[in-house]
């Protein structure tokens, strides 16, 4: 079926305004068919509304909030998505993400998906009626780890994805065949799932899963894999998105001053689970240096309890004072005089 690009009054509305305003769901615009395409501006609200699925959404699933789950959008952030009309699911499964919990569900009539960037050229009409031209998105971040080790420095949260660079190869431990355990080597699970070839060196997006009862071995594209019994966590490996830009990030050390040479004016990307009770926090917006990423990242709202992903965070001076606060199930305390400080920021897309 070719793409179409739906250019009703309503979204012509929707992309002329620098506003907020959005559709609540796809389910707002009449006449819709799997492959449409959307090309719509939104603001990033994690509480907006229901969400049912993960990556693939019913069709009355809130836009602002599964734009957040999706890794489209951040919390609070407004701009341009690009929302692909699927056909109805059998069933769609629910996570985790960003701060938003999305619902498992059954059959559906209809799904949408966020895309990343326009479909290729000669998938679509002439620009929109009303000389409004359709906008590419803006190019998006991958925030990657640099070595195929991370997944042993990591709480394992089901349903979160996370990105990472490795040169495939045909050696190193792996069990299971599409989904393996978490303890199997990425560079080897790339080149069995056919990600990679061997030698060749890309970013690839790993997927965390629930543990298995079983995980079953196979011999596929020149790598063998066992097979293994029961397992507590899991993980599936596919391709990254195509043109966008790569930034490091490092696995969460506990707080700021375990970073090595941390210092004012530097910013690190880190992968971070949110936990209220990993420990005592001095401070409110900026904490000092020792208050733990994993219970700070929920206090500022960038994280919900349990939930994984990547924070901005930015080192700052030390604070002649501290304020304490409670927010978002989290008590942080007042303190005095500290050496070094830092903030936390929402990862952008």
Do not use: C
Request: charged share 10%; no cysteine.
């Amino acid at each position: 079926m070719r793409r179409g690009i739906i250019a009703s009054a309503m979204l012509i509305a929707l992309l002329a305004s620098a506003g907020a305003q959005s559709l609540a769901t796809i389910d707002a615009v009449p006449g819709l068919q799997p492959g449409s395409i959307l090309v719509l501006t939104l603001k990033g609200e994690a509480s907006r509304g229901q969400v049912w699925g993960t990556g693939v959404y019913t069709s009355d699933s809130s836009l602002a909030s599964a734009a957040v789950h999706a890794g489209a959008l951040a919390d609070g952030q407004t701009g341009a998505v690009i929302v692909e009309v699927l056909p109805g699911a059998a069933s769609y499964e629910g996570s985790s993400r960003y701060g938003v919990t999305s619902a498992k569900w059954g059959s559906f009539g209809k799904s949408f998906r966020f895309l990343t960037s326009m479909p290729a050229s000669g998938s679509f009409a002439q620009p929109l009626a009303g000389g409004i031209p359709v906008q590419p998105a803006a190019q998006p971040t991958l925030y990657a780890f640099t070595d195929d080790t991370a997944l042993n420095r990591i709480t394992p949260v089901a349903g979160a994805a996370l990105y990472m660079k490795v040169t495939g190869t045909t050696g190193g431990r792996l069990w299971g065949t599409g989904v393996y355990t978490i303890d199997s080597a990425p560079a080897a699970a790339a080149v069995h799932a056919g990600v990679l070839a061997a030698g060749q060196t890309a970013v690839v997006r790993i997927t965390l899963l629930p543990g298995r009862p079983s995980y079953e071995g196979s011999a596929r594209n020149g790598v063998t894999s066992s097979s293994y019994g029961s397992y507590g966590a899991s993980y599936a490996i596919e391709a990254a998105p195509a043109g966008a830009a790569v930034v490091p990030i490092i696995a969460d050390p506990g707080a700021a001053n375990r970073i090595q040479g941390a210092a004012p004016g530097q910013t690190y990307a880190v992968w971070v689970t949110g936990r209220a009770g990993s420990g005592s926090i001095w401070g409110s917006g900026v904490y000092t240096a020792d208050s733990p990423f994993a219970a700070a990242a929920v206090h500022a709202g960038l994280l919900v309890e349990g939930a994984a992903g990547p924070v901005i965070v930015r080192i700052l001076p030390g604070q002649a004072s501290y304020e304490g606060t409670a927010r978002n199930g989290v008590v942080s305390a007042a303190y005095g005089s500290y050496g070094l400080s830092y903030a936390l920021e929402a990862a952008g897309r």
